[in-house]
C-alpha cells in the first residue's frame, strides 16, 4: 500500500457529544491522522474551515441547535473557502431516506452510519486517500482552473490504465460540456456506456443533448434513467431544466413537486416549487413551499429575504381567493414579516416592506387594529423618498391601502407613481403588476401578442391552450381584467366539455379574485357578470346530475 502521508494530515471532527468527539479523535491518532482538531456545533466548524484547510472533515448530520450536518456541507460546497474540495465524510445515526438524499445533494465524500468502527473507518478512508493521491495532479489542476491541463492529465491516467478511470471520465466529461465541446463528450459517454450502464454517464449524455437542443432525445434518456432509478435526483433536476427549455411551466411545477415529495429537505428545490407555483397562480402550494423553504432556511447560507417576503405575499394572494385555504398559514407568515429585519438587516427599505406585509397579514388574520398600526408605521419609515429602489416598496403600499379599503388614497399614490416613472419603461414595467390595463410598451404588446395567440387556439376550440396563453401573461400583470377574463372564458368553455370539480374549483378562484378588482363602473363588469352566470349553471346543472 502506497505511503498516504496521514502523519501530514490535518483533520477536523464536528458533533455536539462530547464522548462521540472524544472516540473519534482517538480513532484518527490510532491511524496516524497527525493533527485533529474538534468543533461542537456547525458554527463553531466554519469559523474553523475559514481560517485553514482539512483534509479531512468528520461531521455528524445532528449537530443539535444550529447548523446541521447537511447546512454545514452546503456552505463548504458552495461558497469560497479553503476547505471547499476537503475530503467530507457525513455521519449519522439516522438512516432516513429524506436525510441521507437530502445529503447527497451536495455530494459528501462518504456517507457513514453510526456506531463507527475503527475498520470501516480505516478501510473507508485508505480507499479516499489512495484516489485521492492517484488523482492529485488531476485536482491540483482542476482548483487551478485550468481545465486544457486538467483534461490532458484524466487523458494521460486513462492511458495508463489508472483504477481510477471512471473519475477521471467523469471529470473529462463535465469539461467538454463546460467547453461546449459536444461531441467530445457524447463519445466519451457513449464509450463509457457501451462497456456499462453508469448513471452519471446516463446523465452526462442528457446534459450533452440539452445542450444540442435535443430536447425528445434528453427526455427519452431521462425516462430510462427514472424508470431504472425512480430515486434519482439529479434526473429530476434535469427534468426541470428540460421543461424550462420548453417553457412548460406546469410539467415543471410537478416535476419539483415529485422532487420535493422524495427529497422534503432541498431548501432550493422548496424555493423553486413556490416560486413556480406562484406563477402558475397555485398558491396553495407557493405558499406551503414557501413556507418550507423559510423553515429550511433558518441556519442555511441559502436562506433569502426574498423567500420571506414571497412567503408572505403568496399567504395574502391565497387569502384572496380562499381564506379557508388561507387560514392555517397566516400565523406563520406574520411571523416571517415581522422577523425580516432581524434575520437580513435593518434599513428603512426593509423595515417598510415588514410593516406592509405585517399589516395586510393582519387584515388576514381579523385584526384591523394591528393592521392600521403597522400601516402607519411603515409610512413613517418610508417617509417621502423618491428613490428608485424604493419603487417595490412603493409598489407593496398601494396593495396595502387596497386591501385595508382606503382605496382613494392607493388611487393617488399610485397616480403619483405612474406620473413619476411617466418616462421610465422599465420601471413602468413593474407598476404594470397593479393596473387594469399595461403603461409600458413591452406589457401593451405582450398582451396583443397573447390575446391574438389565445383567441387562436380559442376559436380551434383548443381551450386548454387558450387557457394557458392568457395565464402566462396573468403571471406578470394579475389585475388585468381583460385577461383574466379571457382566462375564465376559456376555462369555463373547458367545462362544458367535461365537468371536472379541480377544474371548477379554479375558476371559483378566479372570480374571487376577480371580484375583489372589478367595479360595476368598469367596461368588462356586464361580461364578468354574464360568464359568472353562465359558470354558476353549469355548476347547479352538475349538482343535479350528481344527485340525481
Same mark, same amino acid.
Given at each position: ?50 481560517? &485553514? ?5 468528520? !461531521? ?17 460546497? $458552495?461558497?469560497?473557502?479553503? !476547505? ?54 488531476? +485536482? ?16 494521460? +491516467? ?9 473519475? !477521471?471520465?467523469?471529470?473529462?466529461? =463535465?469539461?467538454?460540456?463546460? @467547453? ?6 457524447? $463519445? ?14 446516463? +446523465?452526462?449524455?442528457? @446534459? ?30 434535469? #427534468? ?22 422524495? $427529497?422534503?429537505?432541498?431548501?432550493? &428545490? ?28 433558518? *441556519? ?23 381564506? /379557508? ?10 411571523? !416571517? ?8 438587516? #435593518?434599513?428603512?427599505?426593509? @423595515? ?24 402607519? $408605521? ?37 397616480? /403619483?407613481?405612474? *406620473? ?31 390575446? #391574438? ?7 380551434? @376550440? ?35 366539455? #367535461? ?27 356586464? &361580461? ?17 346530475? =350528481?344527485?340525481?
Amino acid at each position: 500500500m502506497a505511503d498516504l502521508g496521514f502523519y501530514k494530515m490535518h483533520a477536523l471532527i464536528i458533533d455536539d457529544f462530547e464522548n462521540f468527539r472524544g472516540t473519534l479523535y482517538k480513532m484518527l491518532m490510532d491511524l496516524g491522522i497527525g493533527n485533529v482538531d474538534s468543533a461542537a456545533s456547525g458554527e463553531e466548524a466554519l469559523k474553523y474551515c475559514k481560517a &485553514r484547510h482539512y483534509d479531512l472533515i468528520l !461531521c455528524d448530520n445532528n449537530l443539535g441547535k444550529g447548523k446541521s450536518g447537511q447546512q454545514v456541507l452546503e456552505e463548504l460546497r $458552495s461558497t469560497d473557502n479553503p !476547505c471547499a474540495d476537503s475530503l467530507f465524510i457525513l455521519v449519522s445515526a439516522e438512516s432516513s431516506k429524506s436525510i441521507i438524499m437530502a445529503a447527497y445533494d451536495y455530494e459528501p465524500d462518504a456517507y457513514l452510519a453510526k456506531p463507527i468502527t475503527p475498520k470501516a473507518l480505516d478501510q473507508r478512508l485508505n480507499r479516499l486517500f489512495e484516489q485521492r493521491l492517484e488523482l492529485k495532479e488531476v +485536482l491540483a489542476a482542476q482548483k487551478a482552473k485550468d481545465d486544457d491541463l486538467t483534461i490532458k492529465l484524466c487523458n494521460d +491516467l486513462i492511458a495508463k490504465g489508472t483504477r481510477y478511470t471512471n473519475s !477521471c471520465q467523469k471529470i473529462l466529461g =463535465q469539461l467538454y460540456l463546460k @467547453k461546449n465541446n459536444l461531441p467530445a463528450a457524447e $463519445s466519451l459517454y457513449q464509450s463509457v456506456l457501451d462497456n456499462r450502464e453508469l448513471e452519471w454517464a446516463q +446523465l452526462g449524455m442528457v @446534459k450533452t443533448r440539452l445542450a444540442q437542443n435535443d430536447l425528445l432525445g434528453a427526455q427519452q434518456w431521462l425516462e430510462n434513467i427514472l424508470q431504472a432509478n425512480p430515486l434519482c435526483m439529479k434526473a429530476y433536476d434535469l #427534468k426541470a431544466e428540460l421543461f424550462k427549455l420548453q417553457h412548460n411551466t406546469e410539467g415543471l411545477q410537478e416535476v419539483l413537486q415529485k422532487a420535493t415529495d422524495l $427529497s422534503p429537505l432541498s431548501i432550493l &428545490r422548496q424555493q423553486e416549487l413556490g416560486n413556480v407555483a406562484q406563477q402558475n397562480n397555485d398558491l396553495l402550494t407557493a405558499a406551503n413551499a414557501l413556507k418550507r423553504a423559510v423553515k429550511l432556511g433558518e *441556519h442555511s447560507c441559502f436562506d433569502k429575504a426574498d423567500v420571506h417576503a414571497q412567503f408572505a405575499q403568496a399567504t395574502i394572494d391565497l387569502f384572496s381567493i380562499d381564506k /379557508e385555504l388561507a387560514k392555517p398559514l397566516v400565523r406563520d407568515a406574520i411571523n !416571517c414579516a415581522v422577523s425580516l429585519e432581524d434575520k437580513f438587516g #435593518k434599513n428603512n427599505l426593509r @423595515k417598510a416592506e415588514s410593516l406592509l406585509l405585517e399589516s395586510q397579514l393582519q387584515v388576514c388574520a381579523g385584526d384591523q387594529r394591528r393592521a392600521l398600526d403597522a400601516l402607519t $408605521s411603515a409610512q413613517s419609515a418610508l417617509g417621502n423618498t423618491s428613490d428608485e429602489s424604493a419603487l417595490s416598496v412603493q409598489i407593496e403600499m398601494v396593495r396595502a391601502l387596497r386591501l385595508l379599503g382606503r382605496t382613494a388614497e392607493a388611487q393617488d399614490r399610485l397616480a /403619483e407613481l405612474l *406620473h413619476r416613472y411617466a418616462s421610465n419603461e422599465q420601471q413602468l414595467q413593474k407598476l404594470d403588476v397593479l393596473l387594469d390595463e399595461p403603461r409600458s410598451e413591452k406589457n401593451k404588446l405582450m398582451v396583443a401578442e397573447i390575446n #391574438k395567440k389565445g383567441i387562436s387556439y380559442y376559436n380551434a @376550440k383548443d381551450f386548454s391552450a387558450a387557457a394557458d396563453a392568457f395565464k402566462t401573461a396573468l403571471q406578470k400583470l394579475p389585475n388585468h381584467i381583460g385577461l383574466r377574463l379571457n382566462y375564465v372564458q376559456a376555462l369555463i368553455d373547458k367545462l362544458k366539455t #367535461k365537468f371536472d370539480v379541480s377544474l371548477s374549483e379554479k375558476i371559483q378562484q378566479t372570480f374571487t379574485k376577480t371580484s375583489g378588482i372589478i367595479s360595476p363602473q368598469h367596461p368588462q363588469f356586464q &361580461r364578468y357578470k354574464q360568464l359568472s352566470d353562465v359558470y354558476s349553471s353549469l355548476v347547479r346543472a352538475y349538482e343535479k346530475q =350528481q344527485r340525481g
